[in-house]
């Protein structure tokens, strides 16, 4: 069955970076789009990137463009977010999600993992 | 950048009562238009896509209806296990974009 399992959140100053990564498995990574969708504390949910499945195409939320790159490593099944000039209102719990069919909705969702951005 | 309105942001309904919560998009999104439920403490799950299908193993009480901008979701009987946060969201193009969400509680 398809896991995705997020990894490398925490604690981090505001105008610090942190690597997050989705590693994949149950299913055939390299052919499927993949997101980055967060959830700040007690609110709804927020689109933050996208990858086509060669990740040849990225696009990105206004509020994290220049910021974040989204990228995957379809040897290693794995999917990551870079986070720059990391701020307050980055605070939240990022879920990585996979497509069903090209540019379809999310079928799948890891379990998130929490970066905290506070002094 | 097209958006997601939905409402109400809550609601607090009997149990067995009929449901609908409403989201409108800026523009016409056709029927690219998902449905999700995020429990307390839990990830996000489908349960109608293409604006109108049912998920496979979600129950026959959720559906939804629209194209164009406007869709609903209904529950034709709410039940104990539906309290959730529910999300709208806009796919086939960037930006992927979610609503802000329904809350629905049981009175």
């Known amino acids: 069955q398809v896991q995705l399992v997020e990894s490398g959140g925490g604690v981090v100053q505001p105008g610090r970076s942190l690597r997050l990564s989705c590693a994949a498995s149950?299913?055939?990574?390299?052919?499927?789009?993949m997101h980055w969708v967060r959830q700040a504390p007690g609110k709804g949910l927020e689109w933050v990137a996208a990858?086509?499945?060669?990740?040849?195409?990225?696009d990105y939320a206004d509020s994290v463009k220049g910021r974040f790159t989204i990228s995957r490593d379809n040897s290693k099944n794995t999917l990551y977010v870079q986070l720059n000039s990391l701020r307050a209102e980055d605070t939240a719990v990022y879920y990585c999600?996979?497509?069903?069919?090209?540019?379809?909705?999310?079928?799948?969702w890891g379990q998130g993992t929490l970066v905290t951005v506070s002094s | 950048d097209i958006q997601m309105t939905q409402s109400p942001s809550s609601l607090s309904a009997s149990v067995g009562d009929r449901i609908t919560i409403t989201c409108r998009a800026s523009q016409g999104i056709n029927n690219y238009l998902a449905w999700y439920q995020q429990k307390p403490g839990k990830v996000p799950k489908v349960l109608i896509y293409a604006a109108s299908t049912l998920q496979s193993g979600v129950p026959s009480r959720f559906s939804g209806s629209g194209s164009g901008t406007d869709f609903t979701l209904t529950i034709s009987s709410l039940q104990p296990e539906d309290v959730a946060t529910y999300y709208c969201?806009?796919?086939?193009?960037?930006?992927?974009?979610f609503g802000q969400g329904t809350k629905v509680e049981i009175k």
């Open positions: 969201q806009k796919y086939n193009s960037a930006p992927w974009t």
């Open positions: 999600a996979k497509e069903i069919v090209s540019s379809s909705w999310f079928h799948d």
């Open positions: 990858i086509s499945y060669d990740g040849s195409n990225e």
């Open positions: 149950g299913f055939t990574f390299s052919i499927f789009g």
